[in-house]
T-cell receptor, first 116, second 112 residues
Framework: DTAVSQTPKYLVTQMGNDKSIKCEQN?????MYWYKQDSKKFLKIMFS???????INETVPNRFSPKSPDKAHLNLHINSLELGDSAVYFC???????????????FGAGSRLTVL | GNSVTQMEGPVTLSEEAFLTINCTYT??????LFWYVQYPGEGLQLLLK?????DKGSNKGFEATYRKETTSFHLEKGSVQVSDSAVYFC???????????FGTGTLLAVQP
């Protein structure tokens, strides 16, 4: 019954490789996000999609490419991985303008990427 | 731009001690304010929220009051437990950006 699920949970790879992280939500939310958490626990938004349209694109290297095949899925593809890409990547979803009156994000458990 | 500043950690307390984690913000307009908690090895969970001035968010014994005059949203709990050990993040969303901006996080360690 996981609300926001990400795969894989752990990913260890070599510099220069290309890898993808998948995210799915079963909450019926219309907006999904990718956040990056660095080794000091700092969280920064990378991308956001609303109904499959990109609405937030922070200053992220273009090696990172999000893809949203439908509003329940938001995948993150990373080309030519670098050491500095090592981090925990969190997917999240929300329903903008929901009944709670605030945009509450529900997060996945995270995907820890280690680049060697 | 919008930003959140929270106290540096780690905060180490004994069980049943009183907890305060300070959080202040800078934002245009009237942001919604949140506290998220991250237990070891897990994702973030919403702990509490407040959407307008003077609102008090509360959950699991934690409380925070939206103070517009001091642009603050300090987290408090009267008696912490070992199970409260986690990283606590203050955050805001302002305007139409739908961009949740986090503070740097504060690690809380509660000792028996």
């Amino acid at each position: 019954d996981t609300a926001v699920s990400q795969t894989p949970k752990y990913l260890v790879t070599q510099m220069g490789n290309d890898k993808s992280i998948k995210c799915e939500q079963n909450l019926g939310h219309d907006t999904m996000y990718w956040y990056k958490q660095d080794s000091k626990k700092f969280l920064k938004i990378m991308f956001s999609y609303n109904n499959k349209e990109l609405i937030i694109n922070e200053t992220v290297p273009n090696r990172f490419s999000p893809k949203s095949p439908d509003k329940a899925h938001l995948n993150l593809h990373i080309n030519s991985l670098e050491l500095g890409d090592s981090a925990v990547y969190f997917c999240a979803s929300s329903q903008v303008g929901g009944s709670s009156g605030a945009n509450v994000l529900t997060f996945g458990a995270g995907s820890r990427l280690t680049v060697l | 731009g919008n930003s959140v500043t929270q106290m540096e950690g780690p905060v180490t307390l004994s069980e049943e001690a009183f907890l305060t984690i300070n959080c202040t913000y800078t934002a245009t307009g009237y942001p919604s304010l949140f506290w998220y908690v991250q237990y070891p090895g897990e994702g973030l969970q919403l702990l509490l929220k407040a959407t307008k001035a003077d609102d008090k968010g509360s959950n699991k014994g934690f409380e925070a009051t939206y103070r517009k005059e001091t642009t603050s949203f300090h987290l408090e709990k009267g008696s912490v437990q070992v199970s409260d050990s986690a990283v606590y993040f203050c955050a805001l969303i302002s305007g139409a950006t739908n961009k949740l901006i986090f503070g740097t996080g504060t690690l809380l360690a509660v000792q028996p």
